[in-house]
């Protein structure tokens, strides 16, 4: 069912960004939808070459889909006629998704097809659309005998710019037999309490309409058609026809004979021109005018909006599925007593590790889970850890399986295999094992192919918070403000996402398991810092003694510190630390640092820029089974990093004998008590160098602080760690059984 739940949900997300995606991209569907009047005025006048010809004249069209696209267009494509004037008002409003709609209509037509620019395109300055699509907002041209003028009536163009042009047009055009102007708004008053002295219906100003009268009766115009009127009305003023042709698709006017869809055909012959009303359908009263207009409104929102109504459609109904689920989602804030008595203790359980980095790979991950799958096979116990498959062979191999990779991501000491996690091998080898459990150690990719494995499969899963995310931002490319971005939100959105999917978390300290809490993780959290392996620190003292030797040359005292050599581990604080130690003691100390990385050659660099090269000396890598011998040579293990969520190298140096100076951070806070096995300061030099003079100059506080730091250690085994994970694994599978 939870299953379903996500898939629903998922579902809803995809087709809301398909729609959205369509909306953004519609717009470029219509790219051949330009300069309409002057394309199809050409196509006039090539295709008119006869004397006799005719041509319709519509107006209010408004995206009508049940009577312009359903019915007119039927019509005008059997009449014969030559080309269509449109005196405005094509759509409901200047929308460009309306433009679109009526980009579908036109491709339906035969006829070349010419508009005047009408008020309901101008809303919204939708005239921008309009002349991106149709063209001028006044234009004229000449076919045979008859010239066209169309104006701008809408008050987009002032007409008095317009008048001079006007007088200019018709003087040129008294060479031609018939002239005709195309118009939205009437040049007459029409009477009628239909109109409820609604003056945007004709041009307002009495002035103006009696200078254009004027203007049309002085040059013999023939016809003015205009159409802002929902009806069809015919006039003659002063010799000039005045016609109102306003029925193509809009509302009617409830109480007038005289508003009904229809449009007007104009013939033109040697005989003259004559005119004819072309009725498309016919309403009998008031009553059936209100429901064909509902029904033509209704039809024709629908279809211009339907993107809109979809979109607004789904997400109503994931936001509606999302408010149910959480109103009908029961929730019991109360821990479960499932595993009071639990069935499984006694079970050697077949565990499966999922991890994005393992050996040969040195760091701190790969250690903590090989000690942990040690400590855990010596319980009776069988782990299979799934890991990168990497360039170089590796040995040892028993029980672990090696996914292939796909790319191999490597940046500034980082090495990361992109593993083919999709592959079906992952998914065949893990089925035939027939685990128990699954304990992720990262909260993505291979982690997240764990997890995903185990769900399938109804395994309960655990997951070791082992990495400030956070603070390898400077890893992630800087685009777009995305390094940021990862630092500050989705690195912990990815650990809390990831964390509460799972059925427990290990956590390696106690400010670890506070930071889970912070960023809102709600799963069990389980205190587990990794486990020291003392079997490595059995070592003959002349050997011990021996590494001492080779290591500390004519120094008094062996300082080491192990670290990747990189930005985050905060290594050039520690040598400007150690720098400040050579100036300010007569101390004979030497520091070795244990470790690789991308920042070696500047920290070499840096060594002999500051005369310290003598005093420091970079080790490289060691072999982690040869460690222990390090810190068993060393007097004073010194560390700055403020990345790490544990510290285990803190630990291991102590369980060598070794006392700690760190830098105050999580993870650190947790292992350091001051003057007790060590010290820990704010990111401080001067602070942080005193301490290591501090216990370097008096003897028997040293000791002291050296036999504590062995103490501490000890409570850190492999072997309490292995009870704590077993405990928390059988908790879980209980749990597991109930849900």
């Not at 729609?19 to 939808?33: C, E, G, N, V, W």
């Not at 009998?284 to 409104?297: C, E």
């Not at 191999?397 to 990361?416: K, M, P, T, V």
């Not at 930005?567 to 050039?572: D, I, P, Q, T, V």
């Amino acid at each position: 069912m939870k299953n379903k739940s996500k898939i629903f949900l998922l579902t809803m997300i995809i087709i809301l960004i398909v729609l959205i995606s369509y909306k953004i991209y519609a717009p470029y569907t219509i790219q051949d939808f330009k300069s309409v009047n002057l394309k199809n005025i050409d196509q006039i006048k090539e295709q008119l070459q006869v004397d006799n010809y005719s041509f319709a004249v519509v107006g209010n069209i408004e995206n009508s889909i049940s009577i312009f696209d359903k019915r007119i267009v039927n019509q005008l494509n059997r009449d014969n006629i030559d080309f269509i004037l449109s005196t405005g008002n094509n759509l409901t409003d200047s929308e460009e998704g309306k433009y679109r709609v009526f980009y579908r209509t036109l491709q339906k037509l035969n006829i070349p097809f010419v508009s005047a620019l009408g008020v309901n395109e101008t809303k919204d300055e939708g005239y921008k659309n309009f002349y991106k699509y149709f063209g001028p907002f006044y234009f004229s041209f000449q076919i045979d005998n008859a010239y066209f003028i169309f104006l701008d009536t809408t008050g987009t163009t002032n007409l008095d710019w317009q008048r001079q042009w006007l007088e200019t047009e018709l003087k040129s055009a008294q060479q031609y037999k018939h002239q005709f102007i195309i118009m939205n708004k009437s040049a007459l008053k029409v009477a009628g309490k239909y109109l409820v002295d609604d003056k945007v219906k004709y041009i307002p100003d009495l002035k103006e309409r009696k200078s254009l009268q004027n203007i049309f009766a002085k040059y013999g115009v023939d016809a003015v058609f205009s159409s802002n009127l929902e009806l069809f009305q015919q006039s003659r003023v002063a010799g000039v026809n005045y016609f109102i042709t306003g029925g193509a698709g809009g509302e009617l006017l409830l109480d007038d004979d005289n508003s009904y869809y229809h449009y007007l055909l104009v013939n033109i012959g040697p005989e003259g021109v004559s005119y004819q009303v072309k009725k498309v359908r016919s309403i009998p009263g008031p009553s059936a005018k209100f429901i064909v207009n509902i029904w033509v409104a209704l039809q024709s929102f629908i279809y211009t909006n339907y993107l809109n109504i979809l979109i607004v459609l789904f997400i109503g109904l994931t936001v509606f599925y999302i408010l149910h689920r959480e109103i009908n989602k029961e929730v019991d804030y109360y821990r479960d007593f499932a595993y009071a008595n639990n069935e499984f203790e006694k079970k050697k359980l077949n565990i499966a590790m999922f991890t994005n980095n393992y050996f040969p790979v040195i760091g701190g991950v790969p250690i903590s889970i090989q000690r942990l799958a040690k400590a855990l096979r010596e319980r009776g116990h069988q782990v299979t850890i799934f890991a990168p498959k990497y360039k170089e062979d590796t040995k040892d191999e028993a029980n672990i399986i090696r996914c292939s990779s796909i790319y191999y991501y490597q940046e500034a000491g980082l090495d990361f295999p992109v593993t083919n996690i999709f592959s079906p091998a992952i998914k065949k080898k893990f089925k035939a094992a027939n685990f128990d459990v699954v304990h992720c150690h990262h909260p993505f990719w291979l982690g997240s192919r764990g997890r995903q494995l185990a769900q399938k499969s109804k395994l309960p899963t655990a997951f070791t918070y082992h990495t400030r995310l956070e603070k390898y931002a400077h890893y992630v490319p800087n685009i777009l403000f995305l390094r940021k971005f990862f630092a500050n939100r989705l690195s912990h959105f990815l650990i809390k996402n990831f964390a509460n999917k799972t059925d427990a978390v290990f956590a390696p300290t106690d400010s670890t398991k506070e930071y889970l809490r912070n960023v809102g993780v709600s799963r069990h959290i389980k205190v587990m810092p990794t486990g020291i392996d003392f079997d490595y620190y059995q070592h003959k003292q002349s050997e011990i003694k021996s590494l001492r030797d080779e290591l500390i040359g004519t120094a008094d005292h062996l300082l080491i510190s192990v670290s990747r050599l990189s930005k985050e581990k905060n290594l050039y604080f520690l040598l400007k630390g150690i720098k400040q130690l050579a100036i300010k003691t007569e101390l004979n100390f030497k520091l070795i640092i244990i470790g690789s990385g991308s920042e070696k050659e500047d920290l070499e660099k840096y060594l002999i820029d500051n005369n310290l090269a003598e005093r420091v000396e970079l080790i490289g890598s060691v072999d982690f089974r040869e460690m222990a011998k390090y810190y068993l040579a060393a007097d004073l293990f010194v560390f700055a990093s403020t990345t790490e969520t544990q510290g285990m190298v803190l630990l291991e140096a102590m369980a060598g004998y070794n006392p700690v100076i760190a830098v105050k951070s999580s993870g650190i806070d947790d292992v350091i008590e001051n003057n007790y096995n060590g010290f820990k300061t704010d990111e401080n030099i001067e602070q942080w160098s005193n301490k290591i003079i501090e216990l370097l100059t008096d003897k028997d506080n040293y000791q002291q602080t050296s036999c504590n730091a062995r103490k501490m250690a000890e409570n850190y085994s492999i072997e309490n760690m292995a009870l704590e994970a077993e405990e928390l694994y059988y908790k879980i599978m209980q749990l597991n059984k109930y849900q």
